[in-house]
């Protein structure tokens, strides 16, 4: 029996010594999947914040669009307002215009006819 023991202990040796080279397998094929996780975990982050960073930025864009968008139609209603008004402004000044040079016609006929029948009158 002595001479079993050591062959005994030869053996538990070599099976503690091959479940050590496992779990140090284990542990580094653990560490690998650790870190492989980690890169994905990393990359997924990555392309989700680029993928807000993209969904932000045509946010952006189209809100400045549509603003913009919203003051053009303010200035060209602006111009539509302050051209009508121009408008209304010159008929008003045409009109007045006008009134005044028949006033002056009428005057500048009265006038004339006063100065044939002068003329007539005298003979002429």
Do not use: C, Y
């Amino acid at each position: 029996m002595n001479k079993g023991f050591p062959r005994e202990e030869k053996i538990k040796k070599e099976d503690a010594f091959i479940a050590l080279e496992k779990i140090k397998e284990a542990e580094t094929n653990a560490k690998k999947l650790i870190i492989e996780a980690k890169e994905k975990v990393a990359l997924e982050i990555v392309k989700r914040a680029n993928e807000e960073a993209q969904k932000m930025k045509e946010d952006h864009f189209s809100l400045a669009r549509k603003k913009a968008e919203e003051k053009r139609w303010a200035i060209i209603e602006k111009a539509r307002e302050e051209a009508q008004k121009i408008r209304e402004d010159t008929e008003k000044e045409i009109k007045e215009i006008q009134k005044r040079a028949s006033l002056s016609m009428d005057e500048a006929i009265g006038k004339v006819a006063e100065r044939i029948l002068s003329l007539m009158e005298r003979g002429w």
